[in-house]
């Protein structure tokens, strides 16, 4: 089976590992933090780096690809280079990525035509909507039991694809961003509150109740597994409240009939599902 290992989530850094439970592999989804907190965080998941067998990025902005050089030159020392899979277009816009690509096998990610096999896995990308060169979110399959992990952030609306993805999901994450009343009533300049609220910013904790709801209800007309477990995800230190995410997701599940446990991935400290 797989776990999720939220490392850290929000606007300051994000990575996340996708462990296969049988073999102590896994792949890594971004890496906008530090070294140090990137091997902390392992080392707490008890989860070991090493194992790392492939690399994805949603996206190009900083706080999902500043770390990745340095983690990379670091699993490197130890002996483990794996590729890092990341749409054309945003290499081109990253500096970072750029870099990476100078001295690392950085593949080109698209969703087209099959997906990543990796660590036991199936990667399978989907497009999301953000205002980057080209983002996207995935689905993860264990290729041996068929255990899925859906994995969704900075997305300003659930696109069709990632919709088809995220259902039949053990464990699923989900952007749950910001309140729109603390938005509002928030310090942002107005410009900067126009990009998260729109089709290409972040989803809302109201967005992300209401495809929560969307999911559980045509997962189980359809016969199809139910999330165990919901961790919202990119929640706003400026215009969100964990708790209020925490609990805008329970009660969707709750209206829908699902008792999931409902998690939060946090800025500064791991976050596991199993």
């Given at each position: 089976m797989l776990a999720l290992h939220v490392l850290a989530?929000?606007?300051?850094?994000?990575?996340?590992?996708?462990?296969?439970?049988?073999?102590?592999?896994?792949?890594?989804?971004?890496?906008?933090?530090?070294?140090?907190?990137?091997?902390?965080?392992?080392?707490?998941?008890?989860?070991?780096?090493?194992?790392?067998?492939?690399?994805?990025?949603?996206?190009?902005?900083?706080?999902?690809?500043?770390?990745?050089?340095?983690?990379?030159?670091g699993l490197a020392k130890a002996g483990n280079v794996p590729p890092v899979f990341a749409a054309g277009a945003c290499t081109?816009?990253?500096?970072?990525?750029?870099?990476?690509?100078?001295?690392?096998?950085?593949?080109?990610?698209?969703?087209?035509?099959?997906?990543?096999?990796?660590?036991?896995?199936?990667?399978?990308?989907?497009?999301?909507?953000?205002?980057?060169?080209?983002?996207?979110?995935?689905?993860?399959?264990?290729?041996?039991?068929?255990?899925?992990?859906?994995?969704?952030?900075?997305?300003?609306?659930?696109?069709a694809q990632a919709h088809a993805a995220l259902r039949d999901v053990r464990i699923l994450a989900l952007e749950s961003n910001h309140d729109p009343k603390m938005l509002a009533a928030g310090p942002y300049p107005y410009v900067i509150k126009q990009r998260i609220a729109s089709n290409s910013g972040h989803l809302s904790n109201d967005q992300a109740a209401a495809e929560l709801g969307t999911l559980v209800a045509e997962s189980r007309a359809a016969g199809q597994r139910l999330p165990q477990t919901v961790v919202a995800m990119h929640v706003s230190q400026n215009n969100n409240d964990y708790s209020l995410a925490r609990r805008t997701l329970e009660t969707a599940l709750g209206d829908a009939g699902c008792n999931a446990e409902t998690l939060c991935g946090y800025q500064a400290r791991l976050t596991t599902a199993r």
């Open positions: 989530s929000g606007s300051s850094g994000n990575a996340a590992v996708i462990e296969n439970t049988a073999t102590g592999a896994g792949v890594l989804i971004d890496c906008g933090i530090c070294k140090r907190d990137f091997l902390n965080r392992c080392d707490e998941a008890c989860f070991n780096p090493g194992r790392i067998q492939a690399m994805f990025v949603t996206h190009e902005h900083s706080d999902h690809v500043k770390g990745l050089g340095v983690v990379l030159r081109a816009n990253s500096s970072a990525l750029a870099k990476a690509a100078e001295a690392f096998d950085v593949r080109e990610l698209t969703t087209e035509p099959d997906a990543v096999e990796a660590a036991g896995m199936r990667i399978i990308p989907f497009a999301t909507s953000h205002d980057a060169a080209a983002s996207f979110g995935f689905r993860i399959e264990d290729a041996a039991d068929g255990d899925a992990v859906g994995y969704l952030t900075d997305s300003g609306i659930v696109t």
